[in-house]
């Protein structure tokens, strides 16, 4: 079992940065996945990016070049800066765990998640 905790949502101008982050609990960390999604009321929440246990990492083609997924295993923590942030980028932002060596791109994939957090950009 692995609890996930995200902070860092927050309102913010077109074209500024937030960083997410996501403090996990429980099991060994590093034998899990991460990810970040996001969800917009009405729609199905999407895949941004995603990172797996050593490291190499995945963006969702809306977000590469501005948003970027680190973690740091050391302190059971998944990051996610977003710069130049648009208000499509408004969502609210959920953090996902699964175990196994490769991230997913697939919600379904992963089995635990977090409360979300919540991302609003103004123009």
């Known amino acids: 079992q692995v609890q996930l905790v995200e902070s860092g949502g927050g309102l913010v101008q077109a074209g500024g940065s937030l960083r997410l982050s996501c403090a996990a609990s429980g099991r060994t960390f590093s034998d899990y996945a991460m990810g970040w999604f996001r969800q917009v009321p009405g729609k199905t929440r999407e895949f941004v990016a995603a990172i797996n246990w050593i490291g190499n990492t995945h963006h969702a083609n809306s977000v590469k070049g501005r948003f970027t997924i680190s973690r740091d295993t050391a302190k059971n923590m998944v990051y996610l800066q977003m710069n130049s942030l648009k208000p499509e980028d408004t969502a609210v932002y959920y953090c996902?765990?699964?175990?196994?060596?490769?991230?997913?791109?697939?919600?379904?994939?992963?089995?635990?998640w977090g409360q979300g957090t919540q991302v609003t950009v103004s123009s």
């Open positions: 996902a765990a699964h175990w196994g060596s490769n991230w997913s791109i697939f919600r379904n994939d992963y089995p635990y």
